[in-house]
T-cell receptor, first 113, second 113 residues
Framework: AQSVTQLGSHVSVSEGALVLLRCNYSSSVPPYLFWYVQYPNQGLQLLLKYTTGATLVKGINGFEAEFKKSETSFHLTKPSAHMSDAAEYFCAVSDSGYSTLTFGKGTMLLVSP | SAVISQKPSRDICQRGTSLTIQCQVD?????MFWYRQQPGQSLTLIATANQGSEATYESGFVIDKFPISRPNLTFSTLTVSNMSPEDSSIYLCSVLASQETQYFGPGTRLLVL
């Protein structure tokens, strides 16, 4: 069975500061990894994904994530936070591109001026 | 990507009644899914909606409570039956589109009184 752990239900940063949201997974097969963002009163929007190939993946809105197999991690980063980044972020894993997703509990990102 | 719409966007219902949620996608897709997001929680998969056959339910979810229809490759419905306040959640449909990625609808916000 797969599982996802997101460390920290809430992360607070100042505008302009580095954003780091942590995600660790467990999977018995090479994983497909995803980050989604949910803005208030909206559905989920795909930020980025890792399937195969380059382990550093870039997504929308300046976000990127690095797949580290040895650490079973897929942490999300952004060099400089904007107020508009305030939202809830979900990490998810699947064991192929055609199977269901297992989500982490989510991390709420708070950005202060 | 895929453009997904859901109806209704939100509703307030009385306990004991049923609500049918519609999910429409702008292109034909093989796999559609229904998720539940309880207040302050992550997403939990309810079922995979299969075109032309019964839905495949996850552990803890049953067809009598959450009947699903999938009449064609662009449309699905989820009914929440005999509702109780514990059913108050956001219900999201998703589709597996190209590039092995799930895309989500905007969600239906349900409050049961």
């Amino acid at each position: 069975a797969q599982s996802v752990t997101q460390l920290g239900s809430h992360v607070s940063v100042s505008e302009g500061a580095l954003v780091l949201l942590r995600c660790n997974y467990s999977s018995s097969v090479p994983p497909y990894l995803f980050w989604y963002v949910q803005y208030p009163n909206q559905g989920l929007q795909l930020l980025l994904k890792y399937t195969t190939g380059a382990t550093l993946v870039k997504g929308i809105n300046g976000f990127e994530a690095e797949f580290k197999k040895s650490e079973t991690s897929f942490h999300l980063t952004k060099p400089s936070a904007h107020m508009s980044d305030a939202a809830e972020y979900f990490c998810a894993v699947s064991d192929s591109g055609y199977s269901t997703l297992t989500f982490g509990k989510g991390t709420m990102l708070l950005v202060s001026p | 990507s895929a453009v997904i719409s859901q109806k209704p966007s939100r509703d307030i219902c009385q306990r004991g009644t049923s609500l049918t949620i519609q999910c429409q996608v702008d292109s034909q897709v093989t796999m559609m899914f229904w998720y539940r997001q309880q207040p302050g929680q992550s997403l939990t998969l309810i079922a995979t909606a299969n075109q032309g056959s019964e839905a495949t339910y996850e552990s803890g979810f049953v067809i009598d409570k959450f009947p699903i229809s999938r009449p064609n490759l662009t449309f699905s419905t989820l009914t929440v039956s005999n509702m109780s306040p514990e059913d108050s959640s956001i219900y999201l449909c998703s589709v597996l589109a190209s590039q092995e990625t799930q895309y989500f609808g905007p969600g239906t916000r349900l409050l049961v009184l």
